[in-house]
C-alpha cells in the first residue's frame, strides 16, 4: 500500500455511502420495470457497477481490503449480440424535464403560438399545460429546447442517447410502436447525463 494520495476516512466512507444510493435506485427500478429491456434498470445497473468499482478501489488503496463483489468490467462487445457490420443505426433518445415554472412554459407557447387572436384562457384546451407543451415542441428542435430549458420554464433532468443495430425499415413500418424494439445486447454505444454521477464524483472528490 502507498503512502501517496492515499484515500482518506471520510472519502472511502462516502464511496461506501454511494454503494448504498446506488443498491437503492437499482432495486426501485427493477420494482417499477415497464419490461425485459427497461433502460431505467440497465442505467441503475451501470451506474450500481461504477459505484461498487470505485469504492472497491478507494478500499484498497486505503486498507489493502477488497470487496466480494465481482463487478464485470466494460466489455460492451462481449455483450453485443448483433452484427458486426449492422445494414442500419437506430438512434433513441430520452430526455427528462421537470416543468418548474408552468407559466412561463405558457408564456412561451403564446408567443409562438401567434396564430391566436389573443392568449388562451387558463383552462383552455388551447390554454392548457399540456397544450403549451405540444407548441413548443412542435416549433423547436428537441436539442434547442435542451440549450434552452430554462427560458421554456424547464428543468433539465436525466438524459440518455442509444445507438443500437437495426434492420433496414420500410417508412412508418415502426411508428406504431417505435421503442419496442429496443435491445440492450444491440446497443453499440451509449451516453448517459445525469446529477448521480456528479454526486458521486464529487464524494470521492472534495474539492469539485
Not at 133 to 142: A, D, Q, R, T
Request: negative net charge; charged residues 30%.
Amino acid at each position: 500500500m502507498s503512502d501517496a494520495a492515499q484515500p482518506t476516512v471520510s472519502e472511502v466512507r462516502a464511496a461506501a455511502e454511494a454503494v448504498k444510493a446506488a443498491i437503492d435506485r437499482h432495486l426501485a427500478a427493477v420494482e417499477s420495470r415497464s419490461g425485459e429491456n427497461d433502460p431505467a434498470v440497465f442505467a441503475a445497473y451501470e451506474a450500481l457497477a461504477a459505484a461498487a468499482d470505485a469504492y472497491d478501489e478507494v478500499l484498497y488503496d486505503a486498507y489493502d481490503e477488497v470487496t466480494p463483489f465481482e463487478v464485470p468490467g466494460d466489455e460492451s462487445a462481449a455483450a453485443y449480440l448483433g452484427p458486426d457490420e449492422p445494414e442500419a443505426i437506430s438512434v433513441l433518445v430520452r430526455r427528462d424535464y421537470v416543468i418548474s415554472d408552468p407559466e412561463r412554459l405558457r408564456g412561451q407557447a403564446d408567443r409562438v403560438d401567434s396564430g391566436l387572436a389573443a392568449p388562451a384562457a387558463p383552462g383552455t384546451a388551447a390554454g392548457s399545460l399540456n397544450a403549451a407543451i405540444g407548441v413548443l415542441f412542435g416549433e423547436y428542435e428537441p436539442d434547442e429546447i435542451a440549450s434552452r430549458c430554462e427560458e421554456f420554464g424547464l428543468e433539465e433532468g436525466d438524459s440518455t442517447l442509444w445507438v443500437s443495430a437495426a434492420e433496414p425499415s420500410e417508412p412508418g413500418e415502426w411508428l406504431p410502436e417505435p421503442f419496442d424494439d429496443a435491445d440492450p445486447q444491440l446497443l453499440i454505444c451509449r451516453f448517459d447525463v445525469s446529477e448521480v454521477y456528479d454526486d458521486e464524483l464529487g464524494a470521492l472528490d472534495p474539492e469539485r
